[in-house]
């Protein structure tokens, strides 16, 4: 596997890490994901890093560049479904990613994507368009 | 010295049910015990005293191959004596006492050669001191060893995770906070998390009796850990010493709900989750 795909939900782009990140892979999809949300106007970026066993600094810092990034290009992003395990070690590596958002499940994440653009309810926003 | 040595053998073997009994006369003198029957201790000193004369009979080394019957059988008594509550230098003498009924025998056998006397009486001060030393090194080994299983077992047990509502749990936390057991109590804070899919997380401190800034870097880790999961941390039961101690550390826990008790911990917690206490008028005599 040499891409992770990205699917557009949406306002929202969701990106699902399954396999365990290279570096190569990493730098891949900074550059699929910046394209992407350039392309299609994405408010909001779920990154589900729940299949993610392994960490090490270099990918911590790639999770939080690509979440600066993506707010640069006026896209909120939010970290969903980080083990346990993984956050012991990015804490032990002394990366506390302060300026990432975070939520416990995809569900959850979306949940806080959507207060944070200020949109109370998915039929709401439906309904408007 | 190899005479002294198959006299020693010679002794041990000789008169095997007299030196049986003086040596439980001396026992019994050094004080008689409740702990331990009569029968027992003479099962106990029979068998040590066959496998003694064993391995006197091929040489007077006791970290020898030989020999080795006779250590494990001492650590096994000794092993026993340390459950059963015995102190250390009761089990020392246990085996310390067996020096004076050798001693006499070595003297009535060798009285005529004073030379052969002092390298017999050398050559079994030397076994039984070997002995009791070694028998003092079991005790203290079995005592280390209850005690290395009752700090696991504290450890298990002085960290519960408690589910307070949907979506809230607490820990709270007794006792010193060292790198170890954070680690425990970290790992075991964030399962329950990912089980129960709760969003907040409530740290009581109430029960830790010090912070220094090693605890209190420690509970930063856990924190930014909790929120790197996706859920907040709350950190409650700060006693105003504490708060002190942590200001003039100069630790900074901006960023970190602090609330002086856990229910104005809970309290906030509901809050964030949603929910609100309400009184409710009260039935009279329902």
Sequence with gaps: MDRIPILRMGDFLLVTIQVDMHDRLARTLQDDLTEKIERTGAKGVLIDISALELVDSYIGRMIANTSAMARILDAQTVVVGMRPAVAITLVELGLSLSGVDTALTVERGMQRLRTRLGRTDSADDHHQE | ?286
Excluded: Y
């Design chain 2, 1 to 286: 010295m190899a005479d002294a040595r198959a006299k020693t053998a010679e002794i041990l073997r000789s008169d095997k049910t007299a030196l049986l009994d003086d040596w439980m006369a001396g026992l019994r003198k050094v004080g008689g015990d409740q702990r331990i029957s009569d029968a027992e201790l003479k099962a106990q000193v029979n068998g040590l005293l066959s496998l003694l004369a064993d391995a006197a009979g091929q040489n007077t080394d006791v970290a020898s191959e030989a020999w080795r019957p006779v250590r494990e059988n001492l650590e096994e008594i000794s092993r026993a004596r340390a459950l059963q509550g015995f102190s250390s230098a009761e089990t020392a003498m246990f085996v310390l006492s067996l020096k004076q009924p050798l001693f006499s025998r070595a003297r009535t056998a060798l009285a005529n050669d004073a030379q052969a006397m002092a390298d017999g009486t050398w050559a079994i001060n030397d076994i039984v001191d070997a002995l009791g030393i070694h028998t003092v090194k079991a005790f203290q080994k079995t005592r280390e060893d209850v005690i290395m299983r009752q700090q696991e077992e504290m450890l298990e047990l002085s960290t519960p995770v408690v589910k307070l509502w949907d979506g809230v749990i607490a820990l709270p936390m007794i006792g010193t906070l060292d790198s170890a057991r954070t680690q425990i109590v970290m790992e075991s804070l964030l399962q329950k998390l990912v089980d129960t899919g709760s969003e907040i997380a409530i740290i009581d401190i109430t029960g830790v009796p010090t912070v220094d800034t090693l605890v209190a870097q420690h509970l930063l880790k856990a924190v930014t850990a909790i929120r790197l999961m996706g859920a907040e941390c709350i950190i409650s039961g700060i006693r105003p010493q504490i708060a002190q101690t942590i200001v003039h550390l100069g630790v900074d826990l901006q960023g970190v709900t602090t609330k002086a008790t856990l229910a104005d911990a809970l309290a906030i917690a509901l809050k964030r989750v949603g929910l609100t206490v309400s009184r409710v008028k009260p039935t009279l005599g329902a």
